[in-house]
C-alpha cells in the first residue's frame, strides 16, 4: 500500500488521485499506538479495541500497564493528507503477542515504521524492533513519556534497544499532537536518508 499508480485517477472527477503512503504504527502492548494514530489523524479513527477479559489472564503480558482495560485486536487507522498530491495512511498493529501473525499482512507495501516503547518494560519493543529490521524496513523509534515521565536518557535506551546509530530515536508525550508529528516527520527523513545511501554506488 506504499501505492503509487501514475494512472490512478479519481473516477467520480477524471482528476489524478493523490499518491498513498503507508505507514505501520508498531509496539508491545500498551505502549500508545492507539493513541499516536488518534493524536494525528485527520479523520476519526477506526479502532477495534475489546475489553480485556479473564481469558487473557496468563496469557497476555499486562505487566507495568495494569490499569490498561482495553486492547487493539486487529489495527487502528487513521489518515494525513500531507497535500493534494500526497496522502498518509497510518496502520497501528495490535500489541499482544498473540495477535502478532497479523503483522505478516499489515507491512505489505508499507513504506516505513514507527516503533513506539515505554521505559517501563523496554523489552515489549523488542520483538518490533526485529520484525522491522530483519525485513529491511526502515523504522523511527518513539519513547512515549507518559505525563511527561523520563527516567531513562536517550543513549540509555539506545543501547538498552541494540538500535543501529543511524535508527532515530525521539522522546515525548505521544497524546500531544506535535509529539506525534514529529515523531512521523523524523521517519520521513530518515526514509529519503535511506534512500540517498541506497542509492549512492
Request: aromatic letters at 8%.
Amino acid at each position: 500500500m506504499a501505492y503509487s499508480d501514475s494512472d490512478n485517477r479519481d473516477f467520480r472527477t477524471g482528476a489524478e488521485a493523490p499518491a498513498a503512503v503507508k505507514i505501520l504504527i508498531a509496539g508491545g502492548f500498551g505502549v500508545g499506538k492507539t493513541t499516536m494514530v488518534g493524536a494525528v489523524s485527520e479523520v476519526a479513527p477506526l479502532r477495534t479495541e475489546e475489553h480485556l477479559t479473564v481469558a487473557g489472564v496468563g496469557v497476555d503480558d499486562i505487566g507495568g500497564v495494569e490499569q490498561k482495560t482495553t486492547t487493539t485486536v486487529a489495527l487502528d487507522f487513521g489518515r494525513i493528507t500531507v497535500s493534494p498530491q500526497l496522502v498518509v495512511y497510518l496502520f497501528g498493529t495490535p500489541g499482544q503477542e498473540r495477535f502478532w501473525f497479523m503483522w505478516n499482512d499489515l507491512v505489505h507495501g508499507a513504506l516505513g515504521a514507527v516503533v513506539l516503547t515505554d521505559t517501563r518494560r523496554l523489552e515489549s519493543s523488542f520483538g518490533s524492533i526485529d520484525f522491522f529490521e530483519n525485513r529491511g524496513i526502515p523504522f523511527v523509534v518513539g519513547v512515549n513519556c507518559f505525563d511527561g515521565r523520563q527516567d531513562r536518557t536517550l543513549p540509555e535506551i539506545r543501547d538498552a534497544l541494540d538500535l543501529d546509530p543511524r535508527v532515530p530515536i525521539l522522546m515525548g508525550d505521544l497524546r500531544r499532537r506535535d509529539v506525534s508529528r514529529d515523531l512521523l516527520l523524523a521517519l520521513v527523513e530518515h526514509l529519503m536518508t535511506e534512500q540517498r545511501v541506497v542509492a549512492t554506488p
